[in-house]
């Protein structure tokens, strides 16, 4: 890799993935791949035609030297995926097509869990074109939510902040907290509805829910609503961006993550939000024809096509 800038840095855990074509509650045979949303999104930003770092560490171990490899497969800039103590993070997921079920994680102690400010330091994310951040990666740890919070400080790009509330690993409380201090730094921040913004905004309502991270300081906002499509607010806007209905879907895992990764893309390369939004929106689309976080990924070519038909 030469030393050239990223478009985009992402900052978070890779995970290890056993997912099954079953519920969790009967399943049997699992998939060996590799996601998180952290590196879905970031596939998904490379195959959108960005060039993507991911900064984050992985365990010194069998599962690591896979991760840095599976990622460098997909085109991620992996200069800034460390190596570490601590195991390689991993999560096990039965298929869901609704995307209504939780997580089984397993990942308390990982290497990515000892993510923190000195980390972004030592990376380009005062220089990258945008970054995209995650209530995830801040809910792995003290250390780790501190990392997110000084990135969005530091960021000299446009910061892309995706609260993706997640139940089992922190609490609304907490995660608000995150979003309070990032929102006003944030160029684009993607609540969904109703996950993220009952927990995190007390509403199940796309608007008011937009207005709330308005008034917390974001630029503007994208409230994704599934298959009713995205909410886009900003200071001088107020529009609804129908959803592109998916021609096949296999499993929901990971489509709010290619949704992300692919509109950070787009933003860092010079597309207007709505744009950008659009984009992310195709994206999703397609990656929901495939199994797993990673089971699915548009190129750029295919999210063109799909847009040109909307």
């Known amino acids: 890799m030469t030393g050239d800038v990223p478009d985009v840095v992402i900052i978070g855990e890779p995970l290890v993935e056993f997912s099954a074509a079953d519920p969790l509650t009967h399943a049997e045979t699992f998939r060996l791949s590799f996601s998180g949303d952290a590196l879905n999104a970031a596939v998904a930003a490379s195959a959108a035609g960005a060039h993507v770092a991911l900064v984050t560490r992985t365990g010194e171990d069998e599962f690591g030297d896979r991760l840095v490899e599976f990622a460098a497969r997909h085109g991620i800039d992996t200069r800034w995926m460390w190596r570490g103590p601590g195991h390689s993070g991993a999560y096990v997921v039965g298929a869901d097509p609704l995307g209504t079920r939780a997580f089984a994680y397993l990942r308390s102690g990982s290497a990515a869990s000892r993510l923190g400010p000195s980390d972004v330091d030592r990376a380009p994310v005062a220089e990258a074109r945008a970054v995209l951040l995650s209530g995830i990666t801040a809910a ?54 109703p996950t993220d913004t009952s927990a995190l905004l007390d509403t199940t309502d796309p608007e008011e829910a937009a207005e709330a991270c308005l008034d917390l300081g974001a630029a503007a906002v994208a409230v994704t609503c599934g298959a009713d499509g995205v909410h886009l607010a900003s200071r001088g806007e107020r529009r609804h961006l129908p959803a592109f209905p998916a021609t096949e879907i ?21 597309a207007s939000i709505v744009d950008a939004v659009r984009g992310g929106a195709a994206a999703a689309s397609i990656c929901l024809g495939g199994q797993g976080g990673t089971g699915r990924i548009a190129t750029a070519a295919e999210i063109e096509r799909l847009l040109a038909q909307g």
Not at 161 to 186: G, H, M, Q
Not at 256 to 266: C, E, I, K, P
């Open 140 to 193: 792995l740890s003290d250390s780790c939510a501190a990392a997110v919070v000084h990135a969005a400080e530091k960021a000299g790009g446009k910061v892309v902040y995706d609260p993706n509330f997640r139940s089992r690993l922190t609490t609304p409380a907490d995660a608000r907290e995150i979003l309070v201090k990032v929102a006003p730094r944030a160029a684009l921040v993607l609540p969904s509805c």
């Open 250 to 270: 296999v499993d929901a895992t990971g489509a709010g993550d290619a949704f992300g990764g692919a509109l950070t893309a787009r933003l860092a390369r010079g």
